[in-house]
């Protein structure tokens, strides 16, 4: 069944889900749809919902033929990968074609 998480502190929350995917919500941000095993199959992310850090919102009105959004997943980017292409770089690194 599809459900909604939603962050009830006032920092930023990353939850590991169970297919070890992470979701990161802003303070008080609801996410898109995400299956409850998801969190049910997870330790770390029900640790957060048992403390009452994140609410779990079961969605009734979805249909469940759809699938289900997948969780945005945190890339891990090197550092030099967010510097845009006009700025002068120290000398010796290249920008990444």
Same mark, same amino acid.
């Given at each position: 069944? /599809?459900?909604? =998480?939603?962050? #009830?502190? *006032?920092?930023?929350? $990353?939850? %590991?889900? !169970?297919?070890?995917?992470? &979701?990161?919500?802003? /303070?008080?941000? =609801?996410?898109? #749809?995400? *299956?409850?095993?998801? $969190?049910? %199959?997870? !330790?770390?992310?029900?640790? &957060? ?49």
């Amino acid at each position: 069944m /599809p459900v909604r =998480l939603q962050n #009830l502190t *006032r920092r930023p929350v $990353v939850l %590991r889900l !169970a297919t070890g995917d992470s &979701l990161r919500l802003a /303070p008080r941000q =609801l996410s898109g #749809l995400v *299956r409850d095993v998801e $969190v049910e %199959r997870s !330790a770390p992310a029900e640790h &957060l919902v048992q403390r009452g850090m994140v609410a779990v919102r079961p969605v009734e009105d979805a249909p469940s033929e759809e699938p289900v959004e997948a969780p945005t997943r945190i890339s891990q980017r090197s550092p030099a990968a967010d510097v845009p292409d006009d700025v002068t770089r120290p000398s010796g690194q290249q920008a990444e074609a």
